[in-house]
């Protein structure tokens, strides 16, 4: 047996690196060796108590990395793409994956609540050496040779939820500050529009030159 180092969840204030298991992958999944990850809110929510996961758990739901190994039944892929996986990893075929509601995704059958967020919730999660990736096809998102991991890293969960609210809400997104904005002077302290420019910026300018690229991740 392959085994792989994970930060592995045993209980409250009892999370640590260990030798775990190193997944291998079936039919529709794909492993991916991670090369970048984070640490979320929601990590320390679960290393708190306050959000209960099963002890025996890889936590972690938030990765990049490259792909090791495919199942089969998998297209448009290749072993060593560099890929961006999401927090939530819909099934793309249930009832409500069918009806937009990829977050709700009910592993094959209805609706169930927060049914679509897996890793490091329902399965082994993304705080490790390799992941295996559930329903690949539909949530792999290979990332382009001009960005870093670091400069995408964000777009697996907190950019990617805020882009799936604004939509939900039927807010438009957009990728310069309003009019009455661009006229404001910058805050001496702060750089011209905040947090607007930097990879997050480059990227959301790629995607909405290319609408189906921000699909694909969203
Ligand atoms: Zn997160
Ligand atoms: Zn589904």
């Given amino acids: 047996m392959q085994t792989m180092r994970a930060n592995v969840f045993h209980g409250p204030n009892d999370i640590h690196v260990e030798e775990v298991r190193r997944p291998t992958a079936g039919a529709g999944e794909a492993v ?3 090369t970048l990850t984070t640490i979320c809110g929601t990590d320390l929510h679960i290393l708190q108590g306050e959000y209960r996961v099963k002890p025996g758990l890889v936590i972690g739901h938030e990765p990049v990395g ?3 190994e495919m199942g089969e039944e998998l297209s ?3 072993i060593g793409d560099r890929v961006l996986v999401g927090a939530i990893t819909p ?3 249930c009832r409500a ?3 937009g ?6 592993h094959g059958e209805g609706v169930e609540a927060i049914g679509g967020w897996r890793f490091g919730n329902t399965i082994n999660g993304a705080q490790a050496e390799y992941l295996l ?3 690949a096809q539909a949530n792999l998102a290979k990332i382009p040779d001009e960005l870093t991991d670091e400069q995408v890293v964000l777009l697996a969960d907190i950019a990617s939820t805020g882009f799936s609210g604004a939509e939900s809400a039927n807010i438009r997104i957009e990728t310069r500050p309003p009019q009455h904005l661009e006229n ?4 001496p302290s702060r750089p011209p529009h905040g947090n607007s420019r930097g990879p997050l910026r480059a990227r959301l300018l790629k995607q909405q030159q290319n609408p189906s690229s921000k699909r694909d991740i969203l």
Avoid: D
């Avoid at 404001?184 to 805050?187: D, E, G, I, L, T």
């Fill in 91 to 93: 099934c793309g075929q």
């Fill in 32 to 34: 991916i060796r991670i």
């Fill in 133 to 135: 990736v559930p329903n």
């Fill in 97 to 99: 994956c069918l009806s």
């Fill in 184 to 187: 404001r002077k910058p805050h």
């Fill in 66 to 68: 490259v792909i090791e």
């Fill in 101 to 106: 509601k990829w977050a709700q995704c009910g």
């Fill in 76 to 78: 448009g892929y290749k």
